[in-house]
């Protein structure tokens, strides 16, 4: 039996996959507890709020790139 090695590219589109997930995880975590602390009448970091309307679109962008990408391969085979 013999093993393949994947494409270069296809590691780069899943490292982009990783990043886009990691980011969608992070926007995500900090809205929640941003929603939270608000809730209970507290103040949060001013940082806090600019990595949630950071992370979340990049991370869009990211997966439609992806997305883009998998028709894209698809319709080649």
């Known amino acids: ?21 990691l980011l969608a ?5 900090v809205l929640s507890y941003l929603v939270a602390v608000r809730l209970s009448g507290g103040e949060s970091w001013p940082v806090l709020n600019w990595i949630v309307m950071y992370s979340l679109p990049a991370a869009f962008i990211l997966l439609g790139l992806s997305i883009i990408h998998a028709i894209r391969r698809r319709r080649r085979l």
């Open 1 to 21: 039996m013999t093993q393949t090695q994947p494409e270069p590219s296809a590691i780069w589109w899943r490292l982009l996959n990783l990043v886009a997930l």
């Open 25 to 29: 995880v992070l926007g995500f975590g």
